[in-house]
C-alpha cells in the first residue's frame, strides 16, 4: 500500500510502482475525470498536475507519484467556486463530444499558473493536447478569457 495525495486527500493504493499513475487514479482511487486517450503521450487526455507541473499521467509511473501532491479535474475547482479555467469553458462552449476536456482545461490550468499573461502564440505552443471535435478555436478564447479572469483578480 502506498499513501498519494490527490487532489488534497490522502489515498491508500495498491499498485505496482511501473503501473502507469493514470491506472491508479481511474481504476484504483475511483476519480475518473482523468481519460485515456492513446496511451503514449501524445493526445493529452490524460493530464494533471504533479507538484504543479503539468504531466501526461499514462507516461508517468505509480512509484513516481510517491510523495508528490497530484491535482486531477475533480480537484480543480475551489471552496470558492469553479476555476477560472473551467469558468472560461462554459462561457466560450468549448466542450463538444468533451472527451479531451479534462486534460484540455488542466493544461490550460498550467499554462495560466506558469503565466498569468501569455501571448497569442505562447497560447499556441502550450496548448498541444488534441481535440478530435476540432475545438480548437473555441479552447483558445477560453484560455484567453481566463487569463484575463486572472489579471482582473491579480
Known amino acids: 500500500m502506498t499513501t498519494l495525495m490527490i ?3 490522502q489515498y491508500e493504493l495498491d499498485a505496482e510502482d511501473d503501473m ?3 491506472w491508479a487514479i481511474r481504476d484504483i482511487a475511483g476519480l475518473t475525470g482523468t481519460k485515456f486517450g492513446c496511451g503514449i503521450g501524445m493526445c493529452g487526455a490524460c493530464s494533471i498536475h504533479l ?3 503539468l504531466v ?3 507516461m508517468m509511473p505509480f512509484g513516481a507519484a510517491k510523495d508528490k501532491a497530484i491535482t486531477t479535474i ?3 475547482a475551489s471552496e470558492e467556486g469553479l476555476h477560472p479555467v473551467q469558468q472560461a469553458w462554459i462561457d466560450k462552449d468549448v466542450s463538444q463530444c468533451g472527451y479531451c476536456q479534462p486534460g484540455q482545461i488542466m ?3 498550467a499554462l495560466l499558473w506558469e503565466n498569468p499573461n501569455p501571448s497569442d502564440d505562447e497560447i499556441k ?3 498541444t493536447n488534441f481535440c478530435r471535435c ?3 478555436l473555441q479552447i483558445f478564447e477560453a484560455v484567453k478569457q481566463a487569463a484575463q479572469h486572472q489579471g482582473e483578480q491579480s
Open 74 to 76: 475533480e480537484g480543480l
Open 125 to 127: 505552443a502550450k496548448m
Open 134 to 136: 476540432g475545438t480548437y
Open 51 to 53: 507538484d504543479g507541473e
Open 20 to 22: 502507469p499513475l493514470l
Open 7 to 9: 487532489n488534497g486527500k
Open 56 to 58: 501526461r499521467s499514462c
Open 107 to 109: 493544461a490550460a490550468a
